[in-house]
Protein backbone atom coordinates (compact mmCIF):
# COMPACT_ATOMS: atom_id res chain seq x y z
CA UNK A 1 0.00 0.00 0.00
CA UNK A 2 0.84 3.62 -0.80
CA UNK A 3 1.14 4.64 2.79
CA UNK A 4 3.39 2.11 3.97
CA UNK A 5 6.36 2.77 1.52
CA UNK A 6 7.79 4.54 4.32
CA UNK A 7 8.48 0.72 5.66
CA UNK A 8 10.48 -0.06 2.76
CA UNK A 9 14.02 1.13 3.12
CA UNK A 10 16.29 3.04 0.18
CA UNK A 11 19.49 1.85 -0.95
CA UNK A 12 21.98 4.10 0.17
CA UNK A 13 24.27 3.99 -2.37
CA UNK A 14 21.90 4.61 -5.05
CA UNK A 15 19.95 7.38 -3.06
CA UNK A 16 23.83 9.55 -2.64
CA UNK A 17 24.54 9.30 -5.94
CA UNK A 18 21.39 11.38 -6.76
CA UNK A 19 20.98 13.59 -3.74
CA UNK A 20 22.91 16.62 -3.02
CA UNK A 21 21.34 16.42 1.23
CA UNK A 22 20.13 13.68 2.58
CA UNK A 23 16.53 12.77 3.10
CA UNK A 24 15.16 13.60 6.38
CA UNK A 25 14.61 10.68 7.06
CA UNK A 26 17.97 10.08 7.35
CA UNK A 27 19.07 13.61 9.09
CA UNK A 28 19.39 13.48 13.02
CA UNK A 29 17.64 15.59 15.50
CA UNK A 30 19.44 18.72 16.92
CA UNK A 31 19.89 17.27 20.20
CA UNK A 32 21.09 14.09 18.31
CA UNK A 33 23.47 16.07 16.18
CA UNK A 34 27.49 14.58 16.37
CA UNK A 35 28.48 16.11 20.04
CA UNK A 36 32.12 17.17 21.12
CA UNK A 37 34.44 14.42 20.59
CA UNK A 38 37.89 13.82 21.95
CA UNK A 39 40.98 11.91 20.20
CA UNK A 40 41.49 9.17 22.48
CA UNK A 41 44.39 10.44 24.86
CA UNK A 42 45.71 7.38 24.73
CA UNK A 43 45.93 4.38 22.02
CA UNK A 44 43.21 1.77 21.92
CA UNK A 45 45.18 -1.07 23.64
CA UNK A 46 46.60 -3.79 21.94
CA UNK A 47 46.83 -6.90 22.96
CA UNK A 48 49.39 -9.65 21.79
CA UNK A 49 47.19 -12.63 21.21
CA UNK A 50 50.58 -14.97 21.27
CA UNK A 51 51.73 -13.75 24.97
CA UNK A 52 48.05 -13.82 26.78
CA UNK A 53 49.53 -16.76 28.74
CA UNK A 54 51.84 -13.68 30.20
CA UNK A 55 50.63 -11.73 33.12
CA UNK A 56 51.27 -8.23 31.98
CA UNK A 57 49.59 -9.01 28.85
CA UNK A 58 46.59 -10.36 30.33
CA UNK A 59 46.59 -7.28 32.22
CA UNK A 60 45.99 -5.58 29.45
CA UNK A 61 43.14 -7.06 28.16
CA UNK A 62 41.56 -6.73 31.62
CA UNK A 63 42.48 -3.07 31.73
CA UNK A 64 40.84 -2.97 28.04
CA UNK A 65 37.75 -4.76 29.16
CA UNK A 66 36.97 -2.60 32.00
CA UNK A 67 37.58 0.45 30.78
CA UNK A 68 36.90 0.51 26.86
CA UNK A 69 35.00 -2.86 25.99
CA UNK A 70 37.33 -2.86 22.52
CA UNK A 71 40.84 -3.58 21.59
CA UNK A 72 43.31 -4.38 18.55
CA UNK A 73 44.74 -7.42 18.58
CA UNK A 74 47.90 -8.79 16.60
CA UNK A 75 49.18 -11.48 16.28
CA UNK A 76 46.28 -13.34 15.56
CA UNK A 77 46.88 -15.41 12.87
CA UNK A 78 45.16 -14.10 10.12
CA UNK A 79 47.53 -13.33 7.08
CA UNK A 80 47.65 -9.70 5.69
CA UNK A 81 46.52 -11.46 1.86
CA UNK A 82 43.31 -13.21 3.45
CA UNK A 83 42.68 -10.21 5.05
CA UNK A 84 42.86 -7.86 1.40
CA UNK A 85 40.82 -10.34 0.18
CA UNK A 86 37.87 -10.33 2.17
CA UNK A 87 37.74 -6.52 2.04
CA UNK A 88 38.19 -6.62 -2.17
CA UNK A 89 35.32 -9.03 -2.82
CA UNK A 90 33.32 -7.35 0.07
CA UNK A 91 33.99 -4.04 -1.53
CA UNK A 92 33.17 -5.97 -5.46
CA UNK A 93 30.11 -7.17 -4.32
CA UNK A 94 28.59 -3.27 -3.64
CA UNK A 95 30.28 -2.58 -6.31
CA UNK A 96 27.97 -4.11 -8.81
CA UNK A 97 25.17 -3.48 -10.43
CA UNK A 98 22.35 -3.01 -8.09
CA UNK A 99 19.91 -5.61 -9.89
CA UNK A 100 22.95 -7.98 -9.67
CA UNK A 101 22.97 -7.37 -5.35
CA UNK A 102 18.91 -7.17 -5.11
CA UNK A 103 19.19 -10.87 -5.77
CA UNK A 104 19.98 -11.72 -2.51
CA UNK A 105 18.03 -8.67 -1.16
CA UNK A 106 16.55 -8.77 2.68
CA UNK A 107 13.09 -8.31 1.67
CA UNK A 108 11.51 -11.25 0.48
CA UNK A 109 8.50 -10.24 -2.35
CA UNK A 110 9.84 -6.47 -1.90
CA UNK A 111 8.49 -5.61 1.72
CA UNK A 112 8.95 -8.91 3.86
CA UNK A 113 12.29 -8.10 6.03
CA UNK A 114 14.50 -10.94 6.91
CA UNK A 115 18.15 -10.13 8.73
CA UNK A 116 19.94 -12.11 6.38
CA UNK A 117 20.94 -10.48 2.83
CA UNK A 118 21.41 -7.33 1.31
CA UNK A 119 19.97 -4.00 1.85
CA UNK A 120 19.40 -2.00 5.49
CA UNK A 121 18.06 -2.44 8.71
CA UNK A 122 14.29 -2.93 9.47
CA UNK A 123 12.18 0.21 9.52
CA UNK A 124 10.46 -0.26 12.46
CA UNK A 125 8.53 3.42 12.67
CA UNK A 126 7.74 5.64 10.41
CA UNK A 127 9.78 8.85 12.10
CA UNK A 128 12.81 5.98 13.07
CA UNK A 129 15.91 8.00 11.69
CA UNK A 130 17.78 5.94 9.23
CA UNK A 131 22.02 4.64 8.93
CA UNK A 132 23.55 6.27 6.25
CA UNK A 133 24.81 3.14 5.06
CA UNK A 134 23.89 -1.02 3.23
CA UNK A 135 24.80 -4.03 4.31
CA UNK A 136 25.00 -7.94 3.35
CA UNK A 137 23.84 -10.21 6.75
CA UNK A 138 24.86 -13.31 6.35
CA UNK A 139 24.85 -16.35 8.62
CA UNK A 140 28.04 -18.81 8.76
CA UNK A 141 27.59 -21.36 10.62
CA UNK A 142 26.14 -23.17 12.51
CA UNK A 143 26.61 -25.03 8.74
CA UNK A 144 23.69 -26.34 8.41
CA UNK A 145 21.94 -23.39 8.91
CA UNK A 146 23.84 -21.46 6.28
CA UNK A 147 21.27 -20.61 3.51
CA UNK A 148 23.47 -20.24 0.23
CA UNK A 149 20.03 -17.81 -1.33
CA UNK A 150 20.87 -15.42 0.51
CA UNK A 151 24.47 -15.13 -0.36
CA UNK A 152 25.78 -13.88 -3.60
CA UNK A 153 25.25 -15.99 -6.63
CA UNK A 154 27.73 -15.41 -8.92
CA UNK A 155 31.91 -15.64 -7.84
CA UNK A 156 32.73 -14.58 -11.58
CA UNK A 157 31.07 -11.14 -10.67
CA UNK A 158 34.37 -10.60 -7.79
CA UNK A 159 36.55 -10.32 -10.64
CA UNK A 160 39.09 -8.16 -8.81
CA UNK A 161 39.73 -11.49 -6.48
CA UNK A 162 42.33 -13.32 -7.21
CA UNK A 163 41.06 -16.74 -9.19
CA UNK A 164 38.86 -18.15 -7.26
CA UNK A 165 38.74 -16.76 -4.68
CA UNK A 166 34.90 -15.65 -4.49
CA UNK A 167 33.28 -13.83 -1.77
CA UNK A 168 31.67 -17.35 -0.33
CA UNK A 169 35.31 -18.33 -0.62
CA UNK A 170 36.93 -15.99 1.49
CA UNK A 171 34.23 -15.17 3.91
CA UNK A 172 34.49 -19.23 4.51
CA UNK A 173 38.25 -19.50 5.45
CA UNK A 174 38.12 -15.65 7.49
CA UNK A 175 35.43 -17.44 9.30
CA UNK A 176 37.72 -20.47 9.98
CA UNK A 177 40.68 -18.27 11.20
CA UNK A 178 38.59 -15.94 13.21
CA UNK A 179 37.11 -19.14 15.56
CA UNK A 180 40.68 -19.07 16.87
CA UNK A 181 40.73 -15.52 18.10
CA UNK A 182 37.46 -16.10 19.76
CA UNK A 183 38.55 -19.10 21.67
CA UNK A 184 41.87 -17.40 22.64
CA UNK A 185 40.68 -14.70 24.25
CA UNK A 186 37.43 -15.70 25.62
CA UNK A 187 39.86 -18.39 27.91
CA UNK A 188 41.40 -15.53 28.64
CA UNK A 189 38.75 -13.94 30.15
CA UNK A 190 37.25 -16.61 31.98
CA UNK A 191 40.51 -16.99 33.59
CA UNK A 192 40.90 -13.33 34.30
CA UNK A 193 37.87 -13.72 35.91
CA UNK A 194 38.73 -16.72 38.29
CA UNK A 195 36.42 -18.95 36.62
CA UNK A 196 36.87 -22.54 34.81
CA UNK A 197 39.13 -21.59 31.32
CA UNK A 198 36.12 -23.03 29.37
CA UNK A 199 33.71 -21.45 31.13
CA UNK A 200 32.60 -19.26 28.12
CA UNK A 201 33.14 -21.68 25.56
CA UNK A 202 30.95 -23.94 27.19
CA UNK A 203 28.06 -21.68 27.07
CA UNK A 204 28.33 -22.43 22.78
CA UNK A 205 26.39 -25.18 22.36
CA UNK A 206 26.01 -26.71 18.03
CA UNK A 207 23.10 -24.75 17.70
CA UNK A 208 25.32 -21.14 18.32
CA UNK A 209 25.09 -19.08 15.32
CA UNK A 210 28.13 -17.24 13.95
CA UNK A 211 27.20 -14.03 11.65
CA UNK A 212 28.96 -11.59 9.64
CA UNK A 213 27.80 -8.05 8.64
CA UNK A 214 29.78 -6.43 5.96
CA UNK A 215 28.83 -2.71 5.78
CA UNK A 216 29.09 -0.14 3.17
CA UNK A 217 29.68 3.21 3.93
CA UNK A 218 29.00 5.96 0.97
CA UNK A 219 30.06 9.54 1.36
CA UNK A 220 27.80 12.07 2.28
CA UNK A 221 27.44 15.62 1.34
CA UNK A 222 26.61 16.70 4.78
CA UNK A 223 28.45 13.93 7.22
CA UNK A 224 27.40 16.09 10.34
CA UNK A 225 24.12 15.78 9.94
CA UNK A 226 23.57 11.74 9.74
CA UNK A 227 25.42 8.42 11.48
CA UNK A 228 27.00 5.89 8.80
CA UNK A 229 25.63 3.58 11.80
CA UNK A 230 23.30 4.62 14.92
CA UNK A 231 24.81 4.47 18.72
CA UNK A 232 24.74 0.85 19.50
CA UNK A 233 25.76 -1.75 22.03
CA UNK A 234 26.38 -5.54 20.18
CA UNK A 235 24.56 -8.43 21.14
CA UNK A 236 26.22 -11.86 21.28
CA UNK A 237 29.06 -12.93 23.43
CA UNK A 238 32.07 -11.54 21.18
CA UNK A 239 32.47 -9.16 17.68
CA UNK A 240 35.47 -8.91 15.67
CA UNK A 241 35.75 -6.31 12.85
CA UNK A 242 38.11 -5.87 10.40
CA UNK A 243 38.31 -2.65 8.27
CA UNK A 244 39.70 -1.62 4.69
CA UNK A 245 41.12 1.49 5.04
CA UNK A 246 42.67 4.72 7.88
CA UNK A 247 39.78 6.89 7.65
CA UNK A 248 38.71 7.01 11.59
CA UNK A 249 35.04 6.55 11.36
CA UNK A 250 34.57 4.10 14.42
CA UNK A 251 33.75 6.00 17.91
CA UNK A 252 32.56 4.35 21.42
CA UNK A 253 31.41 6.43 24.24
CA UNK A 254 32.94 6.48 27.50
CA UNK A 255 31.46 8.58 30.44
CA UNK A 256 29.17 10.58 28.17
CA UNK A 257 32.12 11.65 26.14
CA UNK A 258 32.63 10.04 22.23
CA UNK A 259 36.12 9.49 21.33
CA UNK A 260 37.61 8.51 18.01
CA UNK A 261 38.74 5.33 17.93
CA UNK A 262 41.89 5.14 15.52
CA UNK A 263 42.35 2.77 12.73
CA UNK A 264 44.83 1.30 10.52
CA UNK A 265 44.81 -0.99 7.12
CA UNK A 266 44.13 -4.66 8.10
CA UNK A 267 43.67 -3.86 11.97
CA UNK A 268 41.43 -6.39 13.45
CA UNK A 269 39.41 -5.08 16.52
CA UNK A 270 37.71 -6.88 19.27
CA UNK A 271 34.63 -5.79 21.32
CA UNK A 272 32.54 -7.60 23.61
CA UNK A 273 29.02 -7.49 23.43
CA UNK A 274 26.17 -7.60 25.86
CA UNK A 275 25.80 -11.41 26.85
CA UNK A 276 29.44 -11.48 27.91
CA UNK A 277 28.68 -7.86 30.23
CA UNK A 278 25.62 -10.04 31.50
CA UNK A 279 27.49 -13.64 31.81
CA UNK A 280 30.67 -11.21 34.00
CA UNK A 281 28.03 -9.43 36.02
CA UNK A 282 28.90 -6.52 34.44
CA UNK A 283 32.69 -6.68 35.21
CA UNK A 284 33.38 -6.12 31.62
CA UNK A 285 31.67 -3.63 29.26
CA UNK A 286 29.89 -3.65 25.91
CA UNK A 287 30.96 -0.46 24.48
CA UNK A 288 28.34 1.40 23.00
CA UNK A 289 29.88 2.75 19.69
CA UNK A 290 28.28 4.22 16.35
CA UNK A 291 30.26 5.16 12.80
CA UNK A 292 30.16 8.67 11.47
CA UNK A 293 29.98 9.67 7.59
CA UNK A 294 32.76 11.23 6.06
CA UNK A 295 32.15 13.31 2.41
CA UNK A 296 34.87 12.34 0.78
CA UNK A 297 35.43 8.33 1.15
CA UNK A 298 33.69 5.08 0.63
CA UNK A 299 34.47 2.52 3.65
CA UNK A 300 33.98 -1.08 3.94
CA UNK A 301 33.74 -3.30 7.10
CA UNK A 302 33.34 -6.69 7.92
CA UNK A 303 32.25 -7.43 11.71
CA UNK A 304 31.78 -11.27 12.92
CA UNK A 305 29.30 -12.17 15.90
CA UNK A 306 29.58 -14.57 18.36
CA UNK A 307 25.77 -15.28 19.38
CA UNK A 308 24.64 -18.35 21.39
CA UNK A 309 21.98 -20.71 21.19
CA UNK A 310 17.97 -19.02 21.19
CA UNK A 311 17.62 -21.19 24.19
CA UNK A 312 20.27 -20.21 25.77
CA UNK A 313 19.65 -18.66 29.04
CA UNK A 314 21.94 -15.84 29.32
CA UNK A 315 22.75 -14.91 33.20
CA UNK A 316 25.69 -13.90 35.66
CA UNK A 317 28.39 -16.63 36.21
CA UNK A 318 27.13 -18.31 39.36
CA UNK A 319 30.80 -17.89 40.56
CA UNK A 320 31.24 -14.18 40.34
CA UNK A 321 27.66 -13.77 42.74
CA UNK A 322 28.02 -13.61 46.22
CA UNK A 323 26.79 -11.61 49.42
CA UNK A 324 28.22 -8.30 48.48
CA UNK A 325 28.07 -8.64 44.93
CA UNK A 326 24.37 -9.83 44.35
CA UNK A 327 23.22 -10.49 40.11
CA UNK A 328 23.38 -6.57 38.42
CA UNK A 329 21.22 -8.61 35.70
CA UNK A 330 17.83 -10.77 35.40
CA UNK A 331 18.00 -14.01 33.20
CA UNK A 332 16.63 -13.82 30.00
CA UNK A 333 16.65 -16.59 27.33
CA UNK A 334 18.47 -15.58 23.82
CA UNK A 335 15.76 -15.13 21.69
CA UNK A 336 13.71 -13.24 24.16
CA UNK A 337 16.84 -10.92 24.37
CA UNK A 338 16.49 -10.81 20.13
CA UNK A 339 12.79 -10.24 20.05
CA UNK A 340 13.75 -6.72 21.98
CA UNK A 341 16.70 -6.18 20.42
CA UNK A 342 15.50 -5.14 17.00
CA UNK A 343 12.62 -2.94 18.71
CA UNK A 344 15.23 -1.45 20.48
CA UNK A 345 17.73 -0.81 18.13
CA UNK A 346 15.42 0.80 16.10
CA UNK A 347 14.86 3.47 18.66
CA UNK A 348 18.03 4.32 19.79
CA UNK A 349 17.81 2.42 22.83
CA UNK A 350 19.41 -0.63 24.62
CA UNK A 351 17.80 -4.09 25.60
CA UNK A 352 20.60 -4.47 28.08
CA UNK A 353 19.41 -1.79 30.49
CA UNK A 354 15.67 -3.09 31.00
CA UNK A 355 17.87 -6.37 32.29
CA UNK A 356 19.45 -4.57 35.30
CA UNK A 357 18.46 -5.52 38.70
Not at 3 to 22: C, G, I, R
Not at 162 to 171: H, Q
Not at 290 to 316: C, H, Q
Request: glycine share 4%; proline share 6%; charged share 25%.
Amino acid sequence: MADEQWSVPMVVQELAASVKEPPSQYVLGEQNRLLVVDQMTESVPIIDLSRLAAADEADKLRAALQSWGLFQVTNHGIESSLMDDVITASKAFFHQPLEEKQKCSNLLDGKHFQVEGYGNDQIKTQHQTRDWSDRLHLKVGPKDEINLANWPKHPESFRSVPPGESLRNVLQEYTAKSKRIKHIILGTMARLLELEEDYFLNQFSDRAPTTVRINHYVPCPTPDMVLGFKAHSDDGVLATLLVDNDVAALQVLRDSVWYSVPTNPRSLLVNIGDFMEVMSNGIFKSPVHRVVANAETERTSIAMFYGLDPEKVIEPAADLLHQKQPARYKKVKTKDYMAGFYEHFARGTRVLDSMKV
